[in-house]
């Protein structure tokens, strides 16, 4: 079985900076390609950005993209997002997730992840 705990949400100011981590349990971290997607009160899970495994390859969505930095560390099992210059409009709870293939195809796709976090709230104040 598969945990996936995220950190580091909180309340900022606009044009403030948050770091975000997620914790994964088990051996095959390594293996899986991982994203952060987030969800704000009344609309859909969102994607937000993705890691290849071997962090070797990166995507953002448009609406976070030259703000935020998504990374991994495959020897502690955890993939972090660094957001910077908050917005009002990045104010959700955030999820990070496991995609269940080894395809990058798809990686902003919320249907191909399996394991998700409790998610982490993000308020950002203008």
């Not at 495959?74 to 269940?100: H, I």
Request: proline share 2%.
């Amino acid at each position: 079985q598969v945990q996936l705990v995220e950190s580091g949400g909180g309340l900022v100011q606009a044009g403030g900076s948050l770091r975000l981590s997620c914790a994964a349990s088990g051996r095959t971290f390594s293996t899986y390609h991982m994203g952060w997607f987030r969800q704000a009160p009344g609309k859909e899970r969102e994607f937000v950005a993705a890691i290849s495994s071997n962090a070797g390859t990166t995507r953002y969505s448009d609406s976070v993209k030259g703000r935020f930095i998504i990374s991994r560390d495959n020897a502690k099992s955890t993939v972090s997002l660094q957001m910077n210059n908050l917005k009002p409009e990045d104010t959700a709870v955030y999820y990070c997730a496991r995609k269940s293939s080894s395809m990058w195809f798809g990686v902003d796709l919320r249907g191909q992840f399996d394991y998700w976090g409790q998610g982490t709230q993000v308020t950002v104040s203008s």
